[in-house]
């Protein structure tokens, strides 16, 4: 386990609860913002720590940036550190930015989801495609280089089309960073409890996938985890720590934890969290299976993992064009993603770890 550590704070804020978002949000009111700092910051200087990345996740994390100066102040953390806040576009103003830009923040994420108004209606987003773009020039003005656009695949009414012009529209702005998801339909979510029309079927779903991970590439996003695509070796060093089970600490509800070889969450309770002294946790497991986690968790990566002789037995009965092998090493093609879970517990049952 590499010394350096993660620190991912959960702001469980949002204007608006999206109807397939399944994250931990309550609607913002003014008065939650100091409370819920305090309790953050109680949280830092009762885990200590010193931290190579922060991540700011929501929820819709710049709803705090009043506040995040005063957090960050509290946090011990590189003279190189990736601070990154998520952010909803229409959220994003010159006072916001500059806050965050002089309080040391150095990389956002930015919620765009789609540059089609129509996509947009139906995710029931709060910004038009405009003010996304317009969102991402009002950053890089604020002095802002490092710049992550989420993109959403496989919604209803997107089109081949639609999806070609929105990957083409973010390249032009000069993101450094995509991070495509397809839409999950989750079942405690609006669209969990009356499905969306138009959506598109098992097929269509895995053709829009690798429809945006050839034109993200044709753009000069290279792929190197089932959802992330950088340019210029612009990797998200945050997320890479879940990935390569790297430590990281998780402060605010529903929050997630490694630390010493354990996995623990916070509770999904917002009040449990700002009336505590410190954050409520549940050990989620404390006997981690490395070998398990080390192929469950690798195979996201581009860069897979170590092949060895019961590995090279499970691919035998594995389609060739779901992986490579490559100097020694197992990774899946982008084919092989879409059915990464069949193919992982394949590998694992010869592994006798299933």
Same mark, same amino acid.
Request: charged fraction near 30%; charge should be negative.
């Given at each position: 386990?590499?010394?350096?550590?993660?620190?991912y704070i959960?702001v469980p804020f949002?204007r608006?609860?999206c109807p397939?978002?399944d994250f931990y949000?309550?609607?913002?009111? @003014?008065?939650f913002?100091?409370?819920?700092?305090?309790?953050?910051?109680?949280n830092?200087?009762?885990y200590?720590?010193?931290?190579d990345?922060?991540?700011?996740?929501g929820?819709?994390?710049?709803?705090l940036?009043?506040?995040?100066?005063r957090?960050?102040?509290?946090?011990?953390f590189?003279?190189n550190?990736?601070? #990154?806040?998520?952010?909803?576009?229409?959220?994003?103003?010159?006072i916001?930015?500059?806050?965050?830009r002089?309080?040391?923040v150095?990389?956002?994420?930015?919620?765009?989801?789609?540059?089609?108004?129509?996509?947009?209606?139906?995710?029931?987003?709060?910004?038009?495609?405009?003010e996304?773009?317009n969102? %991402?020039?009002?950053?890089k003005? &604020?002095g802002?280089e490092?710049?992550?656009?989420?993109?959403?695949?496989?919604?209803?009414?997107?089109? $081949?089309?639609?999806l070609r012009k929105?990957v083409?529209?973010?390249? $032009?702005?000069?993101?450094?960073?995509?991070? &495509?998801?397809?839409?999950?339909?989750e079942?405690? #979510?609006v669209f969990?409890k009356?499905?969306?029309?138009?959506?598109?079927?098992?097929d @269509?779903?895995?053709?829009f996938y690798?429809?945006? %991970?050839?034109?993200?590439?044709?753009?000069?996003?290279?792929?190197?985890?089932?959802s992330?695509?950088?340019?210029?070796?612009?990797?998200?060093?945050?997320?890479l720590?879940?990935?390569?089970?790297?430590?990281?600490?998780?402060i605010?509800?529903?929050?997630?934890?490694?630390?010493?070889?354990?996995r623990f969450?916070v509770?999904?309770?917002?009040r449990?969290?700002?009336?505590?002294?410190?954050?409520k946790t549940?050990?989620?497991d404390?006997?981690v299976n490395?070998d398990?986690?080390?192929?469950?968790?690798?195979?996201?990566? #581009?860069?897979?993992?170590e092949l060895?002789? $019961?590995?090279?037995?499970?691919?035998?009965?594995?389609?060739?064009?779901?992986?490579? %092998?490559?100097?020694?090493?197992?990774?899946?093609?982008?084919?092989?993603f879409?059915?990464?879970?069949s193919?992982?517990?394949?590998?694992?049952?010869?592994?006798?770890i299933?």
């Open positions: 386990m590499r010394s350096d550590k993660g620190l959960h949002c608006k609860k397939y978002c949000s309550v609607v913002f009111r @003014e008065e913002s100091e409370k819920y700092a305090d309790a953050v910051i109680r830092i200087r009762h200590g720590g010193r931290f990345t922060v991540y700011f996740g929820g819709t994390p710049i709803l940036y009043k506040e995040i100066p957090i960050l102040a509290e946090v011990d590189e003279e550190a990736e601070i #990154t806040v998520e952010c909803c576009p229409n959220e994003m103003n010159e916001a930015l500059k806050t965050l002089e309080a040391g150095n990389r956002l994420s930015v919620g765009i989801q789609s540059l089609c108004d129509e996509e947009l209606a139906v995710l029931g987003r709060t910004h038009s495609a405009k996304a773009e969102s %991402v020039l009002l950053a003005n &604020a802002f490092n710049i992550s656009a989420d993109l959403m695949l496989a919604v209803p009414k997107q089109t $081949k089309n639609s929105s083409e529209g973010i390249s $032009k702005l000069g993101v450094t960073h995509v991070s &495509a998801y397809l839409l999950k339909i079942p405690n #979510t969990g009356k499905t969306p029309a138009g959506l598109p079927d098992e @269509e779903t895995a053709e690798l429809l945006a %991970v050839e034109e993200l590439e044709k753009h000069g996003f290279h792929q190197y985890e089932i992330s695509f950088a340019r210029d070796g612009k990797f998200s060093r945050h997320n720590k879940y990935w390569k089970r790297d430590e990281y600490l998780g605010g509800p529903a929050a997630h934890s490694f630390r010493n070889g354990k969450f509770e999904r309770n917002l449990e969290f700002l009336e505590n002294s410190t954050q549940t050990v989620e404390d006997n490395e398990e986690e080390k192929i469950m968790l690798g195979l996201r990566l #581009t860069e897979g993992v060895n002789e $019961k590995i090279e037995k499970a691919l035998k009965r594995i389609p060739r064009r779901f992986y490579r %092998v490559e100097n020694g090493r197992l990774s899946l093609t982008p084919e092989g879409l059915v990464s879970n193919i992982i517990a394949e590998i694992l049952e010869n592994l006798n299933l």
